[in-house]
């Protein structure tokens, strides 16, 4: 009796033995199953969709009901979550007089810039009057932010929860404080700037809005937004120039018709022009986005000055020492240039 439970004991243990083998081999293999191993040089520099040129038009928030309007190109770049670029998302809001509403971003940044009307919007960080012209930016809120109008009201809104869900986090890091630019303050930094000796000649004529927390390092926005206020003068055309950052640029005010307008594409001509260009009219209030290294100029045939306020993801990659930015000033310029890209 006592062997053969003794010969069953040991011929259990031999079995739970192999199960553990088996169990470690297909637990092993199951690590495995998501390995992939390539080759360098066909592998290197793989291909993704590129980011379209397109327009998202005012006409999106000049009538209709209380919404939010995204900016979404996700489709067209193989994204599996809403995106205006790969690391930003783009959107209006639409809010009519006396009307609120809540957006909401799992997002390290916010910025808002009041397209037209009056208000006020309040999130745990605090709350902030608002009129045409102004733009705030919200550090990561845990909540949904609300919306109040007084008067028939568009705000440009960007946020950087693409970036985030690329990377699976969620923010978790208060990292600024909720940041305000008033329009008469801005539009008086670029009077004071467009007298400033050699002003003509810039290739750009704006300010750039910083933010206490990057003050020592890149001066940008938030941490990862960036933006500029440029004005393009009357009869003005401001020369090419390229950065490895998206921009979604946001005209605030141009002359009906076709005499504002921007013209992009990836290489210059020999007269440091954008070469076979695509053409972006510009309308007040309209949003049009810009392809990552693609040279762009800006011109103004109307008498009367245009502005443009693009946001980006530059605040990223000049900390990250890739933004690469370029100013074409001519034709020994651009041959330079087109030697840099070879």
Known sequence: MSLTIGTEVVTQERSAKRLKLTSKEEIEAKFEED?????????????????????????????????????????????????????????????????????????????????????????????????EGDLFVLPACENSVEHISTADSAIYWVHDQPLLQFLGVKPCVKKFNITLFRKEKMLAEVERIKHQPGAEHR?????????????????????????????LPAGDAQRPHRHNSVALDLCVSAEPGDGVYTLMGPELDEEGWVKNPVKCIWRTGTVFSTPPGWWHSHHNTTNVPAWVLPMQDAGLYTYQRTLDIRFSTGPIAASSSSSKKD
């Open 35 to 131: 390995s992939r191993i390539y080759e360098y040089t066909s592998a290197a520099n793989p291909y993704l969709p590129m980011v379209p040129v397109r327009v998202h038009a005012s006409s999106l928030h000049e009538s209709g009901a209380t919404r939010i309007i995204p900016f979404d190109l996700s489709g067209e770049m193989g994204l599996v979550y809403a995106a205006s670029s790969p690391n930003l998302m783009a959107s209006f809001i639409r809010i009519c007089a006396n009307e609120r509403i809540h957006s909401d971003a799992s997002a390290t940044s916010q910025a808002f810039y009041i397209i037209r009307g009056a208000g006020k919007s309040a999130s745990e960080h605090g709350e902030i009057e608002w009129s």
């Open 203 to 231: 290739n750009r004529m704006g300010i750039l809005l910083g933010n206490k927390i990057t003050e020592d390092t890149t001066k940008t926005l938030t941490h990862t937004l960036w933006s500029l206020l440029n004005v």
